[in-house]
């Protein structure tokens, strides 16, 4: 449980509103700018999730499609009982692609299934470690293994420097005149460390007050 300031080899969540609201007052502190998109946004879900072999087949499944592609997708496959590693390991690739899945896909998902990773180790292994983890499988990269970290393992200091709402985001707390490269936003986010996940949670809010307020009516 993160409450404060930690020794950086101490692994750090946030489990509960309570603890973010309590991370997001330390960041403000840090960071003052946060303060008025606190009072925009309120306090962000967490949106935790499970984990898993099955989250993180899910989120493969998912890249590069539409919110409604990736679930009929994952329908199909949900229904034909292919989303444990045991179906995908028996299934041939022509009865993964009948369920939507390109050879792209099939390859990552293969992968993901021979690294047979121990998802009850990792929420004792520090970020990085589990970054490289997640990274070795064919098909996920920093940004998967970010979210996974911060929704999965409820981890308090990731900030998702390749994802474009962040960008987007802290573009406009910081008075920016371009979205920040990752390189960038590494660099000007540290000091908002070891609150980052916090960060990130009121960014991705405040991207989407963004776009509601800019949406050109009807």
Same mark, same amino acid.
């Given at each position: 449980m993160a409450n404060g300031s930690q020794p950086s080899n101490q692994i750090t969540t946030i489990d509960t509103l309570n603890e973010l609201e309590r991370h997001i007052k330390q960041l403000i502190q840090i960071e003052p700018r946060f303060a008025p998109v606190y009072k925009q946004v309120g306090t962000p879900s967490l949106r935790r999730n499970n984990g898993g072999f099955n989250e993180l087949m899910r989120a493969m499944v998912g890249q590069q499609l539409s919110v409604a592609a990736a679930a009929s997708i994952w329908n199909k496959l949900d229904k034909a009982g292919m989303t444990t590693p045991q179906t995908i390991k028996n299934a041939d690739d022509d009865e993964l692609r009948i369920n939507g899945l390109s050879r792209q896909k099939i390859r990552y998902l293969r992968s993901l299934v021979e690294h047979d990773i121990d998802f009850a180790a990792l %929420?004792?292994?520090?970020?990085?470690?589990?970054?490289?983890?997640?990274?070795?499988?064919? &098909?996920?990269?920093?940004?998967?293994?970010? =979210? !996974?970290?911060?929704? +999965?393992? &409820? *981890?308090?200091?990731?900030?998702?420097?390749d994802d474009l709402a962040? %960008?987007? &985001?802290? =573009?406009? /707390?910081? &008075? /920016?005149?371009? *979205?920040? =490269?990752? %390189?960038?936003?590494?660099?000007? @986010?540290?000091?908002? +460390?070891? !609150?980052?996940?916090?960060? @990130? /949670?009121?960014?991705? +809010?405040? !991207?989407?007050w963004l776009k509601k307020r800019d949406a050109v009516p009807l």
């Open positions: %929420k004792n292994l520090p970020d990085d470690e589990v970054i490289a983890t997640l990274t070795a499988v064919t &098909g996920i990269g920093r940004w998967t293994a970010e =979210m !996974y970290l911060l929704f +999965s393992l &409820g *981890r308090a200091d990731v900030l998702a420097v962040i %960008k987007a &985001g802290a =573009m406009s /707390l910081l &008075g /920016l005149d371009d *979205r920040p =490269m990752p %390189k960038q936003l590494r660099l000007l @986010s540290e000091p908002w +460390s070891p !609150y980052r996940s916090a960060a @990130s /949670l009121l960014l991705w +809010s405040h !991207y989407g």
